[in-house]
């Protein structure tokens, strides 16, 4: 009778480590994508995606993905060049300087995601009312170089304002968006150019007013907050699975367009379980309607921010972005579908 048990729980023991090697070796089988995205409101397919499953789903038992967090572009891109990333969604500027750096071989832009979003919020009892006030003031971006602050000194120039660095009156700082806020409240501050959620914190919590919507510079009030760019290796080596990926994203796209209030709520509770906190509802309900989410990457706002940034010494030289953006994958799906195939317009926007 001993020797009995035994021999069946040694049998089934086998069969334990027959069915882990089955299941490792499907999983072996199936190509790992190295996939990113940041925990917040303009990476919402991203946090969307991953909460549900969905690119999972759409996968079968082609893929799988291995997801990453970012908190910034540089991380990501960084990432990138390492060889540890293959998709992500990210920003426009880190996107330009990866391309740059890399000579134009690291990446692609396959896709837009996001349009908006951004703007200059202003405190309430800074004194500042009109363009004209910005003299003695104090400003923050959320790092310097990065999409925002691109914006805002631009911005400035425009208006005729020379920087405190170069001998000017107004001090431009970079801030993480957290610190932003805090000094808001202790009136250190006086506005910021930052993105959503953040736009809508300085608002509500922070006592300020939003000064200009950046979507008001812009023609059709578009420009890209945030698009999708691949690994121009994996591009080349799985074109089948950047078109799943796509046309999973276009999905979600039009789930979330169409679901405005189910989409905050899976959007709100995955950035819960990934930064262990939840967006207030109300910065969430304010954020929301300034952001557009689109697959339409709006190239021609690309092309401006790259050659403010060159102008502003950003940028070592002229940038040539002329092989940055391959939408042939998109545009097949999106003739598959009957809608408009997106021409990539090499022209700067002009500002309003």
């Known amino acids: 009778m001993m020797r009995l048990k035994v021999s069946i729980l040694s049998a089934i023991f086998a069969l334990g480590l027959i069915g882990l090697a089955v299941s490792s070796g499907a999983q072996d089988n199936k190509v790992k994508i190295r996939a990113g995205h940041f925990p917040n409101v303009t990476h919402a397919q991203g946090v969307i995606g991953q909460a549900r499953g969905d690119f999972d789903k759409a996968f079968g038992?082609?893929?799988?993905?291995?997801?990453?967090?970012?908190?910034?572009?540089?991380?990501?891109?960084?990432?990138?060049?390492?060889?540890?990333?293959?998709?992500?969604?990210?920003?426009?500027?880190?996107?330009?300087?990866?391309?740059i750096k890399s000579d134009g071989e690291a990446l692609r832009i396959v896709s837009g995601a996001a349009s908006g979003g951004a703007g200059l919020v202003v405190r309430k009892g800074s004194g500042i009312k009109s363009v004209k006030d910005f003299n003695g003031k104090r400003l923050a971006t959320p790092s310097i170089g990065n999409t925002q602050d691109?914006?805002?000194?631009?911005?400035?120039?425009?208006?005729?304002?020379?920087?405190?660095e170069k001998g000017g009156t107004v001090?431009?700082?970079?801030?993480?968006?957290?610190?932003?806020?805090?000094?808001?409240?202790k009136k250190e501050l006086d506005g910021a150019w930052t993105v959503e959620p953040w736009v809508s914190r300085l608002i509500l919590e922070g006592d300020g007013e939003l000064f200009l919507d950046e979507k008001d510079l812009w023609p059709n009030g578009q420009y890209v907050t945030t698009h999708i760019i691949v690994n121009t290796k994996f591009l080349k080596e799985h074109p089948d699975l950047v078109k799943t990926w796509l046309e999973t994203n276009l999905a979600i796209t039009d789930w979330i367009n169409k679901n405005p209030e189910e989409a905050k709520v899976v959007l709100n509770e995955e950035i819960k379980k990934e930064t262990g906190k939840a967006i207030p509802q109300n910065i969430l309900d304010a954020a929301l309607p300034r952001i557009e989410f689109t697959y339409d990457p709006i190239?021609?706002?690309?092309?401006?921010?790259?050659?403010?940034?060159?102008?502003?010494?950003?940028?070592?030289?002229?940038?040539?972005?002329?092989?940055?953006?391959?939408?042939?994958?998109?545009?097949?799906?999106?003739?598959?579908?009957?809608?408009?195939?997106?021409?990539?317009?090499?022209?700067?926007?002009?500002?309003?």
């Open 299 to 352: 190239a021609s706002s690309l092309y401006t921010s790259a050659e403010d940034a060159y102008k502003l010494g950003f940028l070592k030289s002229e940038p040539d972005l002329s092989g940055i953006y391959d939408l042939s994958i998109l545009n097949g799906i999106l003739k598959e579908k009957g809608l408009e195939e997106i021409t990539v317009n090499t022209q700067k926007s002009a500002a309003n």
């Open 171 to 185: 001090e431009v700082v970079p801030l993480a968006n957290p610190d932003q806020l805090t000094l808001f409240i």
């Open 61 to 99: 038992d082609k893929a799988y993905v291995d997801w990453k967090l970012f908190n910034s572009g540089t991380s990501a891109i960084e990432a990138l060049f390492a060889g540890e990333l293959d998709i992500t969604y990210i920003g426009p500027n880190p996107a330009i300087n990866g391309y």
């Open 150 to 164: 691109v914006a805002l000194r631009n911005w400035l120039g425009e208006n005729g304002y020379k920087l405190k």
